[in-house]
């Protein structure tokens, strides 16, 4: 049996650690999966915040793989273009074909895409994103951008015609969504 090697985000650690569970619980379930891995990388939450931060960790877990892995498999989607060059210099990489971890809680790019274009506005979250705490739940998208600073500290840095620019800027993302769903991936606490 082939060596797979898993790199994901924090965000989606409950459900790994769940389903693998459940595979050595229940091995009749799992008899046609190929593709479970044998070792797993988990890389702290928020890098999707910073494409190229992303990029560079992911990359770095890649080169850092065990000798004998025969497939790397990540637990990333495209996370706004994070995983865009990343590559497996001699097995081959596999890169589910989502946008995020929404679209993998959901179950596939096309239920998101009926989700979200059934429900604009709406701000998804799951488990992994309620128990990372205030750095998801609490702080806003702006903030996660390194933004969320005062009009005196962007003034400061960027001048005052700057300064108001971003400060509108940051807060035109709660015009954005106008609700959120809470995504229950069925893991019991």
Not at 113 to 129: L, M
Request: net charge negative.
């Amino acid at each position: 049996m082939a060596k797979h090697y898993l790199i994901c985000c924090e965000i989606i650690r409950r459900e790994i650690e769940y389903l693998l569970g459940q595979k050595k619980a229940d091995h009749s379930r799992w008899a046609g999966a190929c593709l479970l891995p044998s070792q797993i990388c988990f890389l702290r939450k928020g890098y999707h915040e910073n494409p190229a931060q992303l990029r560079e960790e992911v990359q770095k877990a890649i080169d850092a793989a065990p000798a004998d892995v025969e497939v790397v498999l990540t637990g990333y989607g495209l996370c706004g273009k994070g995983l865009e060059g990343v590559k497996a210099r001699n097995v081959p990489l596999i890169i589910p074909r989502v946008h995020d971890c929404i679209s993998l809680l959901m179950g596939s790019a096309k239920a998101y895409e009926q989700h979200f274009n059934a429900n604009p506005g709406t701000y998804y979250y799951s488990p992994g994103w309620v128990e990372w705490g205030k750095d998801a739940v609490e702080r806003t998208p702006s903030e996660g951008c390194g933004l969320g600073k005062s009009f005196e500290e962007y003034a400061a840095k960027y001048g005052e015609e700057n300064a108001r620019y971003l400060v509108e800027l940051e807060s035109t993302w709660a015009t954005n969504y106008t609700q959120a769903v809470y995504i229950d991936t069925g893991i019991p606490d």
